[in-house]
């Protein structure tokens, strides 16, 4: 699939946004993470489409291998390194770190913090344990509709079953894959209409972003919040957050006043991205202990972050996705 190259900024811009949310705790930042399941939901829906050709078992294996390379090496990194941190104590639950991290926030299982954002990526594995046998079966158009039937889904399922706790509505794959169909789903429409994207995406994208800010304006004014745990925020807040992200997505697609996503420097936090967001908990647990002023322990832990993550990226990243035969945009 051709690089859309303002797409590595949207994805520095969603990792920025979750260091944010993390190290200064401002709000609405968390969105980030769902600007990652929209962005990942379009590549990896583009990436599966073009490898249809082949035969099923190589199509399968060549898709599982990219992702093993891409995913799989910094993933272990992070776990050694956590573990020499912060003790091996997640190890009495080893077998949840192989795609059911995001079981670990639900059940109340105890865990460094610093492993906080392995949950995400157990929602984006399972999705794909699924998702390439729907692409490699479905004709373009009943992908569309499948797509459309998870995005109606998913907040059904949100406002349906209620848990005495907010976490497994935010980390359990039924209730977060609208933002990964969301993503395919746009994928799918550029590919048939991308005249019509580059011609209404800017006013469109506009007009879902703010639709779902003004939906957060009055939730919030309502006194609705994600740890408050309603039904009606568990449905409404999520669909905002889901208007904001894709709209983002479709105003980035119109190549409409786009230049400052593709910044040389915003485009290469979005390169090593994947690292930032595995390390960035771990470099904040780590600077706490010497920094106590938010605004300085913040800019020493993303100093830190980046620093490692752009090390990461040129001697281990970098090196295994130019082995991979088919060039494959960076995992989130």
Known sequence: MKRITQ?????????????LHHSLHIKLMWMGVDLFFVLSGFLITGVLIEARGCAL???????????????????????VLVSILFGIGWMQHWYLYIFL?????????????????????????????????????????????LAIMLILLAPILRGALH?????????????????????AFLFLIR??????IAKWGFLAGLGLMTAGLFSLALLGHAGITTFGNTRIGNVCIYEASLLICSGFMVYALSERKVGWLKNRALRFIGRISYMMYLIHVAALD???????????????????????????????????????????????
Not at 110 to 119: G, N, T
């Open 7 to 19: 797409l590595d900024g949207v994805r520095g811009l969603a990792i920025l946004s979750v260091f």
């Open 57 to 79: 078992p190589v199509y399968l294996s060549r898709f599982y291998e990219r992702r093993a390379r891409r995913i799989l090496p910094p993933y272990i990194v992070v776990l």
């Open 101 to 145: 991290t995001n079981l670990i926030l639900p059940l109340g299982i105890s865990h460094p913090s610093a492993l906080d954002p392995l949950w995400s990526l157990a929602v984006e594995e399972q999705f794909y344990l699924v998702w390439p046998f729907a692409v490699f079966f479905a004709g373009e158009r009943r992908l569309r509709h």
């Open 163 to 183: 848990f005495h706790h907010h976490w497994p509505i935010y980390t359990l794959t039924p209730f977060r894959m609208d933002l990964l169909a969301v993503g």
């Open 191 to 196: 590919r048939t209409h991308e005249q019509a």
């Open 286 to 332: 780590l600077t706490a202990r010497w920094f106590t002023t938010e605004i300085t322990h913040a800019l020493v832990a993303f100093i830190v972050t980046v620093t490692f993550a752009a090390t990461s990226w040129f001697l281990m990243e970098k090196r295994l996705l130019q082995k991979t035969p088919v060039k494959e945009p960076a995992a989130v």
